[in-house]
C-alpha cells in the first residue's frame, strides 16, 4: 500500500486539494495550525528533506515557487511561513516530502503556533 500522500496525488483517498500542477499537488491540511494551512507536496515520493538528491533540484524550486503561487491566489502573500520538518524528533510525521504554508494570522500573538517555528 503506498503512503498516505501519494493515495491523496493519485485520487485514492480524499483531500481538499487547492492546487495542482504536473510535478506538485497542494491541499488543506487536515489538522490546521493556522487560519489557511496548506500542505505543498511533490508527487514523487520522497520521505523527507534528509533524502533528496541532486536530481531534485529542480522539482523542490518547483516546490517552493508553487507555493508563492499559492500564497498569492489565497491573498496572503504578505505574510506567511514556509516550513519542512525533518525526521520524527523534527515532527515529521508523514513520510512523503511536504512544504507547511501557514498564514491567515490576525495577530503577532495568534502567529504563535505551538509545535511550529
Ligand atoms: P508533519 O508533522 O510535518 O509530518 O506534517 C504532517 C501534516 O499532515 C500534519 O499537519 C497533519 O495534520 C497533516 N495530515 C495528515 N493526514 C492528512 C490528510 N489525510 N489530509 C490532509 N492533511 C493531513
Ligand atoms: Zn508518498
Redesign the pocket.
Known sequence: MSC??CQ?IKKE?P??IIYENEQVVA???????APL?F?IIPKKHIPSVDHLEEEDKELMGELVLSAKKIAKEQGVSAAYKL???VGRAG????DHI?L?LLAGWKSDKERDIPGMP
Open positions: 498516505i500522500f491523496i483517498m483531500a481538499d491541499f488543506k491540511d487536515i489538522h490546521p495550525k494551512h500542505l516550513v519542512f520538518n515532527g515529521q510525521i508523514i511536504h507547511h
